[in-house]
């Protein structure tokens, strides 16, 4: 299951979206603790169920990544208090919007960690942090505009990381900062590349589905989720 948590959702949707999933539904509301005989009852332990905020908010396509941007700087200018400019700086920049998305997910993150517990965190419930996967989004140069991932991976580094100087975030300090590496916050990437077979010969839809499995099974990474467990492309952050 592939979730995208609306943009605009509070804390209390995104927790009862988690309780809904870990415990099930009377039909109006989720379930709190594990309960016999639930009228909707919750998700299969065994289905993965992976998280983005919204969808694709760095995609200028979308009025929703204009609206990102928008909120970034009214943060900024509200006293910063995301350290979506960990320097300190009051001007949002390129870096600022990306930040936020960061910072989104890593919220979602640490409420459904909150209701579904240590152990089913990244085993099933998987946080992702989404973004354009080409144009060199992970390159390593701070400066360069299409760095969106390597800022991103750099703010949550260093603002909710181990070595981060912050104890609480947010306004009034109103969330307790756990200070882990990315990997508790983050099962991995999922980079927004795109597959297609045009012009293919296939003699049937279900022949196109297998010529497509073939092509991704043999294409770059960055057509699949990079799992922050495991990948080196991105041990440097984890």
């Known amino acids: ?3 995208n948590v609306p943009m605009y959702a509070s804390d209390q949707y995104v927790t009862k979206l988690a309780q809904t999933l870990r415990y099930g539904s009377d039909g ?3 379930y709190t603790a594990p309960t016999a005989n639930p009228v909707y009852p ?6 993965p169920v992976y998280i983005e905020w919204s969808n694709e908010v760095w995609n200028y396509a979308y009025a929703s990544t204009q609206w990102n941007f928008n909120d970034a700087a009214a943060e900024l200018a509200a006293g ?6 960990p320097a300190g ?8 919007p990306h930040n936020r998305i960061m910072e989104k997910i890593i919220r979602i993150s640490l409420i459904f960690r909150s209701v579904v517990g240590d152990s089913a965190m990244m ?3 998987r946080p992702v942090y989404a973004l354009q996967g080409g144009y060199g989004s992970f390159q390593t140069n701070p400066v360069d505009v299409w760095t969106p991932g390597y800022a991103a991976l750099t703010y949550a580094n260093t603002v909710w990381g181990p070595g981060s100087p912050y104890a609480t975030l947010g306004p009034a300090g109103a969330v307790i900062n756990p200070r882990q590496p990315p990997a508790y916050y983050l099962w991995g990437i999922s980079p927004a590349n795109y597959a297609g077979r045009p012009g293919s010969s296939a003699a049937s839809v279900d022949a196109w589905y297998v010529s497509l499995a073939a092509e991704l099974a043999t294409t770059d990474s960055m057509m699949k989720f990079w799992n922050a467990a495991s990948s080196s492309t991105l041990s440097e952050w984890m």
């Open 1 to 3: 299951v592939f979730l």
């Open 123 to 125: 085993a099933q419930y």
């Open 42 to 47: 919750p998700i299969r332990t065994d289905v």
């Open 28 to 30: 109006v509301n989720p």
């Open 80 to 85: 910063n208090p995301w350290r979506l400019s």
């Open 89 to 96: 700086g009051g001007a949002v920049n390129w870096t600022t």
